[in-house]
């Protein structure tokens, strides 16, 4: 059974691109929730999918957009790149209605702005 | 607003010993949850311990234990007979309700010495 995978692992852009990581949470999770960990510090929620729609989001500017898919997939998208964007991305997955605990995290897409 | 403060950046610890970590929490909810996070240098976010809030009884998974002061809003993890597969970054995170999101700590880096 696959956990939370995510893609790519590292990615490499310039200030003004535009960025898609991608998400596809455990089996069996139907809710995607994404983290933004900057260097040195702890991570930051983005936003929360649940149903194919955004059900709750966090202190970031709409360059941060997301899409769900039928699967549970998730993408992040940031538009307009800033080197402040520079960070490790997680997701993490989880089942509406189960267990608070059981929130499974992938193993993150390290983003660098140039 | 919830915050989570862990004042402790780094600890150190030899191996077989026992180490405390720090963490307080402000709230203003009487029912939430509350986590151990730790993160090795691979950055797989993974869950050490949990409390519910509504729980007296302070939580153990083997090694590790807690103990949770729901009035101070404190919730300090022990580890135990330190291994040297600890040595990660930990993170204490707070949620306020099991659809919610985690709010995190900045973290402490623990280093575990043979």
């Known amino acids: 059974d696959a956990g939370v995978t995510q893609s790519p692992t590292h990615l490499i852009k310039t200030r003004g691109q535009q960025v898609t990581l991608r998400c596809s949470p455990k089996?069996?999770?139907?809710?995607v929730s994404w983290y933004q960990q900057a260097l040195g510090q702890g991570p930051q929620f983005i936003f929360q999918?649940?149903?194919?729609?955004?059900?709750q989001r966090g202190n970031f500017p709409d360059r941060f957009s997301g899409h769900q898919f039928p699967n549970y997939s998730s993408e992040l998208n940031v538009n307009a790149l800033l080197l402040g964007d520079s960070a490790l991305y997680l997701c993490?997955?989880?089942?509406?209605?189960?267990?608070?605990?059981?929130?499974?995290f992938g193993p993150g897409t390290r983003l660098t702005v140039t | 607003a919830q915050t989570v403060t862990q004042s402790q950046p780094e600890m150190s610890v030899q191996e077989a010993e026992t180490v405390t970590l720090s963490c307080t929490y402000d709230?203003?909810?009487?029912?939430?949850?509350l986590f151990w996070y730790k993160q090795p240098p691979s950055r797989q976010m993974i869950l050490v311990i949990r409390q519910e809030a509504y729980k007296q009884q302070n939580a153990t998974e083997n090694r590790f234990s807690v103990n949770f002061q729901k009035a101070a809003k404190s919730f300090s993890l022990k580890i135990s007979d330190s291994q040297l597969g600890d040595t990660a970054m930990y993170f204490c995170?707070?949620?306020?309700?099991?659809?919610?999101?985690?709010?995190f700590g900045t973290g402490t880096r623990l280093q575990v010495f043979p």
């Open positions: 999918y649940y149903e194919e729609e955004e059900r």
């Open positions: 089996s069996g999770h139907d809710t």
């Open positions: 993490a997955s989880s089942l509406e209605g189960g267990s608070p605990y059981e929130q499974y």
């Open positions: 709230t203003s909810e009487n029912n939430y949850y």
């Open positions: 995170a707070f949620m306020r309700d099991r659809t919610d999101k985690l709010i």
